[in-house]
């Protein structure tokens, strides 16, 4: 699995909306200015992020983007999931219909496995923690 462009920009947007929670609405320029990601790509990544309920947006002279609900509420599961979809290594994990070897696939169990622990680190880690690590 390798993460594309989308989750890692995607993040790095998230990471400075949570970086000034509760400070007002943001404008997309200058998260693009600050992290050097082109405004263009960024305008495209908060449509998932909007639609996945991760961050609100208001329009006029004092519009922008802002988080949705609280950095401590929205994991990196939830983040990966919402720019990348499925975070599964391989299809039958999620859908055993798709295979007739899913009952004897040995190999199934490693990926399966696999799936479980990255899962379970994403899910431990919240955009809270990364702000508190940009912090130190």
């Known amino acids: 699995m390798r993460l594309s462009t989308r989750a890692r920009y995607g993040t790095r947007l998230l990471l400075e909306l949570a970086l000034n929670f509760n400070q ?3 404008f997309l320029k200058d998260i693009a200015e600050k992290e050097e990601i082109s405004e263009k790509y960024l305008s495209h990544l908060v449509i998932p992020l909007r639609a996945g309920g991760l961050i609100i947006s208001s329009r006029g002279a004092h519009g922008g983007y802002q988080l949705a609900k609280p950095p ?3 994991t990196m599961k939830e983040i990966v999931q919402t720019l990348e979809g499925s975070i599964s290594f391989v299809e039958c994990v999620k859908n055993p ?3 007739s070897r899913v009952s004897k696939c040995v190999t199934r ?3 399966k496995k696999l799936d479980e622990r990255v899962s379970e680190v994403l899910n ?3 955009l809270e923690d990364l702000v508190q690590s940009q912090k130190k």
Do not use: E, F, M, V
């Open 97 to 99: 219909d798709i295979c």
């Open 124 to 126: 431990s880690i919240t």
């Open 72 to 74: 401590s509420q929205i």
């Open 24 to 26: 007002g609405t943001i």
């Open 109 to 111: 169990n490693i990926w």
